[in-house]
């Protein structure tokens, strides 16, 4: 069996929902992404955040695609604390069976 090391990317500007559809659709399992860093739900949300518009709901639909993504069951979900109200927000892929095969096509297409 081969000893594939487990790649951890962490994105050197926001990321968009497209290219964390792509990520996941190619990820081999245990790969590590970090798809933000901030706060999510105050970054995400109308009132709160600080972001433009536009960077908000783009970081809103990546929110929505990566809960999406846990639930069809691609990924894990989870946080590493940073600081005082600053995470890291980290997708980890899990193995592709015939049961996710479905949610990849979609990720496809998505992306």
Not at 24 to 40: K, N, S, T
Not at 46 to 63: F, I, M, Q
Not at 70 to 89: I, M, N, S
Request: charged share 25%; glycine share 4%; aromatic share 8%.
């Amino acid at each position: 069996m081969a000893n594939n090391p487990f790649i951890t990317v962490r994105a050197s500007r926001p990321l968009s929902e497209i290219e964390f559809c792509a990520w996941v659709a190619q990820a081999i399992p245990g790969d590590r992404l970090e798809y933000h860093r901030g706060y999510l739900a105050v970054d995400a949300d109308k009132v709160t955040s600080d972001l433009d518009p536009n960077a908000r709901t783009e970081l809103a639909c990546l929110r929505d695609r990566a809960f999406w993504s846990e639930t069809a069951g691609l990924v894990h979900l989870v946080q590493q604390r940073l600081g005082l109200d600053r995470f890291a927000y980290l997708a980890i892929a899990r193995p592709k069976t015939s049961r996710t095969a479905r949610a990849v096509a979609q990720l496809a297409e998505a992306a």
